[in-house]
């Protein structure tokens, strides 16, 4: 799939899940609403049960409506005379607590055009009283009101937060859900067209590597095949070993392909023993000595490590510094200035290999231990490998019970790190890991 195909179809796919956010949000506040007007009504059908039952008691119910109108004065004095607080406030706990309504509230009687509370519970709640929603007038039913009762709940919202919060949580839990799926596909996406992208590569290069000795054999071949070739035994005997020596690189290279498959499924196996890391590594030293002097380089050493025998696979051990040492020749653009350090940190033994090479990105440095993974050089293959001398190197170590570390600036160069556990008492049998693999490289 194409790069722009692929960010339109995440762009599509986030303005749904933005729009699904959005319906939402709407829901929960028409939810809300529809609570808070649930709530209104409940409660102004209980203040009018409550003003009924008070009425009834007083005998002030069934008056006729024409006493309301030029002595509306009148019945609100009647009225406002005939107000039990008392009773007004029994009546409010009984048919709240019916009504399963929260019993936290202020109440009062009250003229909302003077703001004067003549009865009542208000608290500390008297200006909030005064605009509440929920009252009911206890005046003439056919003029402007005159008398109010009215009850203010400090916790309303809360409470309608409350009623509406289980299916609230439900629909942020499926929400979320939808939101971690959306992003776990998004990513896997992306890491699977990475992989493919390393796939090719990886296919690419060994289709370089493979296509150079198949080419050299077969050139040698054709050598051989000439008449005054085959009469001439000295030069018989230089093709016959181009063929050998080009033939051996080739099954290296070969085997080193095949190794993915064996280090991904664990088949290998491990031969644990102490050995001293410092004699290991003067062993790795000597094997480069020549390479880096043709070079015009120089590598210099600094074992500083007072604990230096490990408990570890010695053939693996080697291998692993072998790869940090071909890798720290191999990325020198001029000369290489390698240097190895060794210490002791945390109860572990620490192999640095230092080098002044080409350096690696901040961006790609977090991926040089994947497997087939190689910086991008551009279209110039000017480096060989296949990408598993890192990722081979960290199997390794973590298979070992140790760790590796990664540190680089380009034009500056880059440090690695191999961490590896000391001698214990705890140390006294080698672990099995399948079939046996010593001598990978990268």
Known sequence: MKKHSILLLILITSVSLAGIIFIQIYWVRNALRLQEEQFDNKIQLTLKSVVNRMFDERGLVGIDSTVCGEHCDRRTYNVLTSVNTIRLDSLLNEEFGGMEISKTYAWGVYNPGCGTIFAGNT???RSELITTNHHVSLSCLYQSEKLLLGVYFPAERNMLWLNIFPYLLLAFVLLGIVIFAFSYMIFSFLKQKKLSEMKSDFVNNMTHEFKTPISTISLASEMLLKPEVSESPARTRRYGN???DENLRLKQQVEQVLQIAILD???YRLSRKEFDAHEALKLCMKNFELTIRDKGGFMGKKLNATHSHIYADFHHFINMVNNLLDNAVKYSEAYPEIQIITKNIGGMFVVEVHDKGIGISSE???YVFN???RVHTGNIH???GFG????????MAEAMGGSVK????LKKGSIFEIHMPLRSEKNVKSEDHGSENENIAG
């Open 364 to 366: 790609n440095i977090k």
């Open 406 to 409: 990664a540190r680089s600036e």
């Open 371 to 373: 497997k087939l993974y």
């Open 242 to 244: 181009i063929i050998h």
């Open 265 to 267: 499924k664990g088949e």
């Open 382 to 384: 000017d480096v060989k």
């Open 388 to 395: 598993l001398g890192l990722y081979y190197v960290k199997t």
């Open 123 to 125: 608290g500390s709640y």
